[in-house]
C-alpha cells in the first residue's frame, strides 16, 4: 500500500513538472514569435519611412534643380533692361530677408547642450534641460544685437517659424529637433558675442548648469527655409 502511494506521488510530481515545462515552453514559443513580429513589422515600417524618404529628398532635389533654371531664366531675361534689372535685385533681396535663400556672412555660433548633472542632485530636473523658452529668448537677444539671418540645428528661422516643446524634443518649423542645439547667426560678431554678457540670458543658463558654448566665424553658411509659407488673410494696399 505504501508502495502504491509512493509511486502515486511520484508520478503526480512528474505529471507537475510535464505539465510546467510544456506551459514554460508555449510561453517561449509565444514571447519569441511576438518578439519576431514585432521585429519585423518595425523593419517593415523602417523601410516605408526610408522610402519616403528617399522620395522626398529626390523631388526636393528636383525642385531645387528647377529653381536653379528659374533664376537663370530670370536673370537672363533682365539683361540690359534697367528696369527689370531693378526688380530682379528686389526679388533677390526679399528673399534673403524672407529667408528663401541661403546666405552666408560673419557672426556667431552657440551650442546649448542638457546639464550632465545628474537629476537625483537637484530640486527640479526640469532645469537642467534646454526647453523651448530658453531658444526663444536666445533668439530674442540676437535679433536684438542685430543678427540679420538664424538658424537652430539647420531649421532656418522666417516670419512664420514657430518653436514649441513637443516632450523630449522642440518642434521648429513643424520639424522635431532634439539637443544639442545649435544656433547659427549672422551679424556683426563682436556685437553677437555680447551675449555672453554678464546678466544676459546665457549667463542665466550656465548658471543652470546647462552646457552653453559661443564662438565667433568669419564665415557662417545658414541655409534656406525649405518649408510652405501660405498667406490667406493678408492683402497688398496699392497706392
Do not use: W
Amino acid at each position: 500500500m505504501i508502495n502504491k502511494k509512493v509511486i502515486c506521488i511520484v508520478l503526480g510530481l512528474m505529471c507537475f513538472a510535464l505539465t510546467l515545462g510544456i506551459c514554460i515552453q508555449i510561453k517561449t514559443v509565444k514571447n519569441s514569435n511576438s518578439t519576431i513580429g514585432n521585429n519585423y513589422e518595425e523593419n517593415n515600417l523602417r523601410a516605408e519611412v526610408l522610402k519616403y524618404k528617399e522620395k522626398y529628398d529626390n523631388k526636393y532635389k528636383d525642385l531645387e534643380n528647377a529653381e536653379k533654371v528659374l533664376e537663370k531664366e530670370r536673370q537672363n531675361s533682365t539683361k540690359n533692361n534697367s528696369e527689370l534689372e531693378k526688380k530682379e535685385e528686389e526679388i533677390v533681396t526679399g528673399n534673403k530677408i524672407l529667408g528663401l535663400t541661403e546666405v552666408s556672412g560673419p557672426g556667431v555660433i552657440i551650442k546649448l547642450t542638457d546639464s550632465k548633472l545628474d537629476s537625483s542632485t537637484v530640486l527640479n530636473p526640469s532645469t537642467l534641460l534646454v526647453h523651448d523658452v530658453d531658444l526663444l529668448e536666445v533668439i530674442n537677444e540676437l535679433k536684438n544685437a542685430g543678427a540679420e539671418a538664424i538658424s537652430i540645428n539647420e531649421q532656418r528661422l522666417v516670419p512664420t517659424t514657430s518653436i514649441s516643446c513637443g516632450g523630449n524634443i522642440i518642434d521648429i518649423n513643424g520639424e522635431k529637433v532634439g539637443a544639442p542645439f545649435e544656433i547659427k547667426a549672422i551679424g556683426l560678431p563682436e556685437q553677437l558675442a555680447g551675449l555672453s554678457r554678464q546678466g544676459g540670458y546665457l549667463e542665466i543658463l550656465k548658471s543652470a548648469s546647462v552646457g552653453v558654448e559661443l564662438k565667433k566665424y568669419n564665415s557662417i553658411v545658414i541655409p534656406k527655409y525649405t518649408g510652405v509659407t501660405t498667406y490667406q488673410y493678408i492683402k497688398v494696399i496699392n497706392e
